[in-house]
């Protein structure tokens, strides 16, 4: 199965994933979270308490029409919050306290314009939702809103094939989107672990990047123009693929997370869909072995679609059975992948540098389970266990400091809360010039686990600043790195951002309090 036969999924309200297809967590999981002092918790979850919402949607229903518009509370439920951990257990809690008032549903760019030109003019916050995987706080402002789902805005658009672009609407769906491409015969190329749920105008929002980066880069790479809709009105950006017209705008709407507009279709660069696909596992004796053979691949090539390496933490957690690191019950696991023949450079690198090749059979193992391994979480925490990612990114030379003072700050934050951590840790998305860290933690709850996490991100956060490393690789900004992205880019860059906020969204009905302080 390939990326493109995956299905659209309505994400559960409040559990991640197909509900359709639940994972348990195995018998011997159960029993390993034991020795973290893990246990299953006895409050069942709690349902949401409706509370007043709009008291005239009438304006609403006169510009999309009244079957466009939801205020029944199961609706505005599903559109609560995000999917990190936080997000979870304040859904498990029943708090209703981000829920939207409101819940519409435009079918085209001038739907869009007109709502957020109306909702102007009365001052009501509107948030752009798509699949709602947003991990970082970003569907929850700073006061009541309505919900702007963008499921409607659907349609490929256009095939440039000459030019190998693509114009597509951001409410598509990343799976939707491989399949109206592959009819075509091409591909995007980006597959982030939330592939099954997030959307075109998510991964524009939030500067996406999936697993095969080191291939197709990260998705503002794959963006050469773009609709944005604001209270004043329209920008459209993106007449060639390059200019030296004055700054490139575009770079200023991606990674913008709803604050400065809504997204409504991208253009994209698309690459025919690839004949042949293969991924394989390498083992290295350490990770810093590996660090020194991946670095060597993407800073000297050649460089594979796919590249990621787990540390001894990771790879002995994801690989429990030791005959598929070639019998040995240590080392870590590097993933390679291509899309495409393979590269016969690539294993010359590779074994010069102390790699030991381990076959497909770990690389396809990692590549089946990508999009259930999120599935885990929601066990986890039925169990009582407190679970969570957080991620970077640093140059070459600062990532060693970079994952050390990140797993130090969450053992030692953790450990004082009397729930010592298992911290796993992956490098992934390579540049010439560094890489990204991603960190998954896991650990008992205590009694009020939202604040228990909140002082561990804190700490994990304060670590990434001492140690040169930026707040977010892919995650995006939100509320939750808010305050940590204002400090990495200092007083001055925040004033001007302000400032274009202003001139875009002069009322602030944009997202308030996302990405801009």
């Known amino acids: 199965?390939?990326?493109?036969?995956?299905?659209?999924?309505?994400?559960?309200?409040?559990?991640?994933?197909?509900?359709?297809?639940?994972?348990?967590?195995?018998?011997?999981?159960?029993?390993?979270?034991?020795?973290?002092?893990?246990?299953?918790?006895?409050?069942?979850?709690?349902?949401?308490?409706?509370?007043?919402?709009?008291?005239?949607?009438?304006?609403?229903?006169?510009?999309?029409?009244?079957?466009?518009?939801?205020?029944?509370?199961?609706?505005?439920?599903?559109?609560?919050?995000?999917?990190?951990?936080p997000d979870l257990l304040r859904h498990r809690a029943g708090d209703t306290s981000d829920m939207p008032d409101a819940v519409v549903y435009p079918g085209s760019h001038d739907d869009v314009q007109a709502l957020l030109t109306a909702c102007s003019e009365r001052r009501i916050a509107v948030v752009p939702y798509a699949g709602g995987t947003s991990v970082v706080g970003g569907l929850a402002p700073a006061r009541r809103f309505v919900a702007v789902d963008l499921r409607r805005l659907d349609r490929l658009q256009s095939i440039d094939e000459i030019s190998r672009t693509a114009t597509i609407d951001a409410g598509v769906r990343g799976p939707a989107a491989e399949a109206l491409l592959a009819e075509h015969g091409y591909t995007l190329g980006h597959f982030p672990q939330s592939y099954e749920g997030a959307s075109i105008g998510g991964y524009a929002a939030t500067r996406s990047s999936g697993q095969s980066s080191a291939g197709y880069g990260r998705f503002d790479q794959m963006v050469v123009g773009l609709t944005l809709a604001t209270p004043r009105g329209t920008i459209k950006l993106g007449r060639a693929p390059m200019s030296a017209a004055g700054p490139d705008l575009r770079q200023l709407v991606?990674?913008?997370?709803?604050?400065?507009?809504?997204?409504?279709?991208?253009?994209?660069?698309?690459?025919?869909?690839?004949?042949?696909?293969?991924?394989?596992?390498?083992?290295?004796?350490?990770?810093?072995?590996?660090?020194?053979?991946?670095?060597?691949?993407?800073?000297?090539?050649?460089?594979?679609?796919?590249?990621?390496?787990?540390?001894?933490?990771?790879?002995?957690?994801?690989?429990?059975?030791?005959?598929?690191?070639?019998?040995?019950?240590?080392?870590?696991?590097?993933?390679?992948?291509?899309?495409?023949?393979?590269?016969?450079?690539?294993?010359?690198?590779?074994?010069?540098?102390?790699?030991?090749?381990?076959?497909?059979?770990?690389?396809?193992?990692?590549?089946?389970?990508?999009?259930?391994?999120?599935?885990l979480r929601d066990p986890l925490l039925d169990e009582g266990a407190l679970v969570e990612t957080l991620e970077t990114a640093g140059f070459w030379s600062a990532l060693p400091a970079l994952k050390a003072g990140v797993t130090e700050a969450l053992v030692k934050e953790l450990s004082e809360q009397g729930t010592p951590p298992l911290v796993l840790c992956h490098l992934s998305h390579v540049y010439e010039t560094g890489a990204s860290l991603y960190f998954t933690v896991i650990s008992a709850q205590t009694d009020e686990p939202v604040a228990q996490w909140r002082k561990a991100k804190t700490a994990a956060s304060e670590a990434i600043?001492?140690?040169?490393?930026?707040?977010?690789?892919?995650?995006?900004?939100?509320?939750?790195?808010?305050?940590?992205?204002?400090?990495?880019?200092?007083?001055?860059?925040?004033?001007?951002?302000?400032?274009?906020?202003?001139?875009?969204?002069?009322?602030?009905?944009?997202?308030?309090?996302?990405?801009?302080p």
């Open 254 to 375: 991606l990674g913008s997370e709803g604050a400065l507009g809504i997204i409504t279709s991208v253009v994209v660069r698309i690459r025919p869909r690839p004949t042949e696909r293969s991924f394989e596992g390498w083992r290295f004796e350490s990770f810093d072995q590996g660090l020194a053979a991946i670095r060597r691949l993407a800073q000297d090539g050649p460089v594979p679609t796919v590249l990621r390496l787990s540390d001894e933490a990771e790879t002995a957690v994801n690989l429990a059975d030791p005959e598929v690191l070639g019998g040995s019950t240590g080392g870590v696991l590097a993933i390679v992948g291509f899309e495409g023949p393979r590269h016969p450079g690539v294993a010359e690198v590779l074994t010069a540098a102390g790699g030991q090749p381990l076959g497909e059979g770990p690389g396809e193992t990692w590549r089946q389970g990508r999009y259930r391994a999120p599935y």
């Open 465 to 516: 600043a001492e140690a040169g490393g930026t707040i977010t690789h892919h995650h995006g900004v939100g509320t939750d790195h808010r305050d940590a992205y204002a400090a990495e880019i200092g007083p001055l860059a925040v004033e001007a951002l302000q400032a274009v906020k202003r001139v875009l969204d002069p009322h602030n009905i944009l997202n308030p309090g996302i990405l801009i």
């Open 1 to 85: 199965m390939t990326e493109s036969d995956l299905p659209v999924v309505q994400l559960t309200p409040g559990r991640w994933g197909d509900p359709a297809h639940p994972v348990e967590l195995p018998a011997a999981a159960v029993e390993a979270l034991k020795h973290l002092g893990v246990r299953r918790p006895a409050a069942a979850q709690a349902d949401p308490t409706d509370r007043p919402g709009l008291t005239d949607t009438t304006f609403l229903a006169e510009l999309l029409g009244k079957e466009q518009v939801r205020t029944d509370l199961e609706t505005r439920w599903g559109h609560t919050r995000g999917y990190s951990t």
